[in-house]
């Protein structure tokens, strides 16, 4: 699965980006897949409290219907703060590398028999 998300996001927004994303996690493993996601954020600003706040539930929600794996490409390191922040907060550490480019990132998460799928 690929997220791209760009600029400063809204509560409006981020609440109907995490139901269309968790939505689609849930469906994926449904399938027996274990959902690895390729994260764009590289156009991302840091964002409100309140959607942080959705963020960190959506996370917590995606790695309970079947997320094994995220590899995030964030270009701010002001945005990687409030990420690694609101990372911690769901769990969201545990399953999450984040990547320079686009090409690691990929390599990443295709690699077999890491201890991460067997989560």
């Excluded at 927004?13 to 849930?26: D, G």
């Excluded at 390729?38 to 964002?47: E, G, V």
């Excluded at 907060?89 to 201890?115: H, K, T, V, Y």
Aim: glycine share 6%.
């Amino acid at each position: 699965m690929e997220v791209t998300l760009e600029g400063t996001i809204r509560e409006d927004e981020m609440l109907q980006f995490v139901e269309q994303s968790v939505n689609a996690v849930k469906s994926l493993a449904e399938q027996g897949r274990g959902v690895k996601v390729l994260a764009d954020l590289r156009q991302l600003r840091t964002t409100s409290p309140e959607a942080a706040e959705l963020l960190r539930q959506g996370q917590a929600a995606a790695i309970q219907a079947g997320m094994r794996r995220i590899a995030e490409i964030v270009g701010s390191e002001l945005t990687a703060l409030q990420l690694n922040r609101i990372a911690r907060g769901s769990g969201m550490d545990r399953i999450l590398r984040r990547f320079q480019s686009e090409e690691e990132a990929r390599a990443w998460l295709f690699e077999p028999n890491d201890a991460l799928d067997a989560a």
